[in-house]
């Protein structure tokens, strides 16, 4: 069964970019079909889509977040990742990486485990 | 943005009994709706889908009903690895996901 797995710095600091990768394995992200996403939850709160995308570089925002989101593919890994610019405290959270497909097949399954970013100097 | 309103925020149940999480949406969200389970550590686990679907492994004890804008996820019989937090979540508007704020399900 596909299995996700988020990696990155656990501490960046403040005004600086957040970047992490998933790595799917499992299955291959270039079979099309599946949209792979980032969602994030602020410590002892609720979940926040923050966006995802498809293996063809096709990619959907939070509008929210979208001026400092940017959410690349790299097939040849098996990898998608997440850079979010000009991070400050509020932009600390648990960071996961899910499976969803398009239109009305919209739910989140399967999750990685997720990584703690915390932003701090 | 569609805004999903859980209720209550915490619901203290003992082993055995019935508990019942209420989800509201905004707008008309359909039967697009998904509930999640999620224990301390670990990442959210898809638990129903499409409003009344169980996912994969999921037990028969889990069920939920609604459509519309009133969705209900009821835990028949409480078995202790049901305390977590639970989340619903929809997806009627491409490419909008919005969650709800949880409800902790803690043990009376």
């Known amino acids: 069964q596909v299995q996700l797995q988020e990696s990155g710095p656990g501490l960046v600091k403040p005004s600086q970019t957040l970047s992490l990768t998933c790595t799917v394995s499992g299955g291959s992200i270039s079979s099309g079909g599946y949209y792979w996403s980032w969602i994030r939850q602020h410590p002892g709160k609720g979940l926040e889509w923050i966006g995802y995308?498809?293996?063809?570089?096709?990619?959907y925002y939070n509008p929210s977040l979208k001026s400092r989101v940017t959410i690349s593919v790299d097939t040849s890994k098996n990898q998608f990742s997440l850079k979010l610019s000009s991070v400050t405290a509020a932009d600390t959270a648990v960071y996961y990486c899910?499976?969803?497909?398009?239109?009305?097949?919209?739910?989140?399954?399967?999750w990685g485990q997720g990584t703690l970013v915390t932003v701090s100097s | 943005e569609i805004v999903m309103t859980q209720s209550p925020a915490t619901l203290s149940v003992s082993p055995g009994e019935r508990a019942t999480l209420s989800c509201r949406a905004s707008?008309?969200?359909?039967?697009?709706l998904a509930w999640y389970q999620q224990k301390p550590g670990q990442a959210p686990r898809l638990l129903i889908y499409?409003?009344?679907t169980r996912a994969t492994g999921i037990p028969a004890r889990f069920s939920g009903s609604g459509s519309g804008t009133e969705f209900t996820l009821t835990i028949s019989s409480l078995q202790s690895e049901d305390f977590a937090v639970y989340y619903c979540?929809?997806?009627?508007?491409?490419?909008?996901?919005?969650f709800g704020q949880g409800t902790k399900v803690e043990i009376k």
């Open positions: 979540q929809q997806y009627n508007n491409w490419p909008e996901r919005t």
């Open positions: 899910a499976r969803t497909q398009r239109l009305l097949i919209g739910w989140f399954d399967p």
């Open positions: 707008q008309s969200v359909s039967s697009n």
């Open positions: 995308i498809y293996y063809s570089g096709s990619t």
């Open positions: 499409g409003a009344s």
